[in-house]
C-alpha cells in the first residue's frame, strides 16, 4: 500500500479493510478517477461505441423493414435525428447531476434507491457483460476467418480469440485511462477511414453512373405502419450508445461544454456515416443482393475495391476492437458507481493507488464478459434484454421531465425542451413494446423475472444490513485490496 494515502490501523490483521484515504498534499493526485477526457476523446468514445460491425455485416433489416432504398435511407436519417434528441435530453441530465454511470444516478436522484439499483442490477451483471462478449466474439471470428480460408472458423478459436481480446482490453483499462483514451481515439480513426474508403468508391460509381437503385428508391416501398415501426426499432438499435459519456461525466473535462458538444458533432457524425455508406452500397449492389449477402461491406470490397478487397475485414476487426474497449471503459465506471453507492460490493468502487483507474470493477467486468462467451449463442440473450435497455432509458427521459418539477433549485447548464423528453419517452415506450407485440416470447417474460429478482437482494441485503455479512466481507475486501493494491476512492470537496 502506498503509506502517503492509506493510513493503517492496529486490527487484528494489520489493514483496515476501510482505510480512509488521508489528505492528498499539494503536489498529489487525489486518488479518485481523473478528469482526463477531453473533447476529441469524447466524441470518440460516442463514434466509436456506435458504429461497430452490424453497419459493416447486415444493415438489412431497415431495408426489410420499409421495402425500399428510398424509405429506408430516410429511417437512417430520422433515428440519427431521435438519437440525437434522446442524446440531449441525457446531456441536460449529466451537466445537471455530474456524476459517472449512466442513467443509474438520475433514476437514484427521481424515483429513489430502488428503481436505482434494479437499472444497475440488470445492466452490470446481463446487458453490458453480454454486450461486451458478442462484440468480443465479432471481432475474433473476423480476426480468425483469413486462417481458415477454407472453412469457418472452429468455435473454440473464436472462444478462445475473444476471451484473449476481453483479457487484452480489460487490461489496457486497468493499466490507464490515457491508454484506453487513446486505444478508443486510433480504432475510432480506422473505422472512420474504412467507412471514408467505401463512401468515395460509392460516389465514384454514382459519378459514372449507376444511380439505377437510386433513380427509382420510392418504388416498392411498404405501407405497413408495423413493417415501418420495426424499421425504426432496428435502426435505432443500431445507434445504440449515445449515452456512453453519461458514464464518464465524472472524467470529462469541463462537462458542461464538452457534453453537450461532443454529443452534436458524434452523433450527426455517425448519422452522415449511416446514410453515406448505404448510399454507396446501393451503388454497387441492388436491394434485393444486399439483402442476401452475408457481410455486406465484404460483398462490396470484393465488387469495387478488388485487390484490396481484404482491407475491409481488417477493418471490421479494428471497428469490433474499438467498440469493445468503448463497452469496456463505461461499464466498469457504472459498476464502480454502484459499488460507492453501496449497491454492489465495496471492492468494485475502489481504485488503483497506482494507476487511477477503477481496477476491480473493470476485471469483474471482465469475468462476467468470458463467462458468457461460454454459452452456444448469447445472441438471443441480448435481444430478449434490449426491452429493458429501452424501458430504462425511457425511465430516464421521464426523470428529467420529472425533475423538472421536484428539483427546481438544481442548475441546468443545457435545457431541452420538455416536449423532446416526452417524445423520448415515447419512442422509448414503442421500442418497449414493439418486438412484444411482433413476437411475443416466453423468453421476454424470463427477462422479466430477472430484473425483479434484483427486489429480494435489495431487501435482504442492500435495504437491511446484516452483521454477519460484513463479517464475511470484510477480510475477503481486506485480502482483495492487498492483492489489487486498491484503495477507497478519496472524498472531494
Not at 449529466?94 to 433514476?107: A, N, Q, R, V
Not at 445492466?123 to 476467418?145: D, G, H, R
Not at 454492489?344 to 473493470?362: D, G, H, N
Amino acid at each position: 500500500m502506498d503509506e502517503k494515502r492509506v493510513e493503517k490501523s492496529s486490527t487484528q490483521n494489520g489493514i483496515n479493510p476501510t482505510a480512509t484515504l488521508s489528505h492528498t498534499t499539494k503536489d498529489e493526485k487525489a486518488t479518485v478517477l481523473q478528469k482526463e477526457v477531453g473533447l476529441v476523446s469524447g466524441v470518440s468514445m460516442i463514434v466509436g461505441t456506435m458504429i461497430g460491425s452490424g453497419i459493416f455485416i447486415s444493415p438489412k433489416a431497415v431495408l426489410q423493414g420499409t421495402g425500399a432504398v428510398g424509405p429506408s435511407l430516410c429511417v437512417w436519417a430520422a433515428c440519427g435525428v431521435l438519437a440525437t434528441l434522446g442524446a440531449l435530453c441525457y446531456a441536460e441530465l449529466g451537466t445537471m447531476i455530474t456524476k459517472s454511470g449512466g442513467e443509474y444516478p438520475y433514476l437514484m436522484e427521481a424515483f429513489g434507491p430502488l428503481l436505482g439499483f434494479l437499472y444497475s442490477w440488470t445492466t452490470i451483471m446481463v446487458i453490458k457483460p453480454s454486450s461486451f462478449a458478442i462484440i468480443a466474439l465479432s471481432c475474433a471470428e473476423y480476426a480468425a476467418t483469413p486462417f481458415y480460408p477454407a472453412c469457418t472458423p472452429p468455435q473454440l478459436v473464436i472462444k478462445s480469440l475473444a476471451a484473449a481480446f476481453i483479457m487484452l482490453i480489460c487490461l489496457v483499462n486497468c493499466v490507464s485511462v490515457k491508454l484506453a483514451k487513446y486505444v478508443q481515439n486510433f480504432f475510432t480513426a480506422a473505422k472512420l477511414l474504412i467507412i471514408l474508403i467505401i463512401v468515395l468508391a460509392g460516389i465514384v460509381l454514382l459519378a459514372q453512373g449507376n444511380t439505377q437503385n437510386l433513380s427509382n428508391g420510392f418504388e416498392g416501398a411498404t405501407t405497413s405502419f408495423g413493417d415501418v415501426g420495426l424499421a425504426f426499432y432496428n435502426g435505432l438499435w443500431a445507434y445504440g450508445g449515445w449515452s456512453q459519456l453519461n458514464f464518464i461525466t465524472e472524467e470529462l473535462k469541463n462537462p458542461n461544454r464538452n457534453m453537450p458538444l461532443a454529443i452534436v458533432i458524434g452523433i450527426p457524425m455517425v448519422t452522415v456515416c449511416y446514410v453515406l455508406i448505404n448510399i454507396a452500397y446501393f451503388s454497387a449492389m441492388t436491394p434485393a443482393e444486399l439483402l442476401q449477402s452475408p457481410a455486406v461491406a465484404v460483398t462490396f470490397a470484393d465488387r469495387v475495391l478488388y485487390p484490396m478487397s481484404w482491407v475491409v475485414p481488417l477493418f471490421v476487426v479494428f471497428s469490433t476492437f474499438g467498440a469493445a474497449n468503448g463497452n469496456c471503459f463505461t461499464a466498469g465506471r457504472l459498476t464502480y458507481v454502484a459499488g460507492r453507492e453501496g449497491h454492489m460490493i465495496k471492492i468494485l468502487s475502489y481504485i488503483s493507488v497506482k494507476y487511477y483507474t477503477p481496477a476491480p470493477a473493470l476485471i469483474f467486468n471482465g469475468l462476467l464478459a468470458i463467462i458468457y462467451i461460454i454459452p452456444a449463442d448469447i445472441s438471443t440473450l441480448i435481444n430478449y434484454f434490449s426491452f429493458a435497455k429501452w424501458l430504462f432509458c425511457g425511465l430516464t427521459a421521464l426523470a428529467l421531465i420529472v425533475m423538472r418539477f421536484t428539483r427546481t433549485h438544481l442548475h441546468r447548464p443545457v435545457k431541452v425542451p420538455v416536449v423532446v423528453a416526452g417524445l423520448v419517452v415515447c419512442v422509448s415506450c414503442y421500442l418497449v413494446l414493439a418486438p412484444i407485440i411482433d413476437k411475443p416470447a416466453l423468453e421476454y417474460l424470463y427477462c422479466t423475472a430477472f430484473i425483479l429478482s434484483g427486489l429480494p437482494i435489495y431487501l435482504l441485503f442492500i435495504h437491511h444490513t446484516h452483521t454477519w455479512s460484513h463479517s464475511i466481507m470484510r477480510p475477503l475486501t481486506t485480502h482483495l485490496q492487498l492483492l489489487m493494491q486498491v484503495v477507497p476512492p478519496e472524498k472531494m470537496d
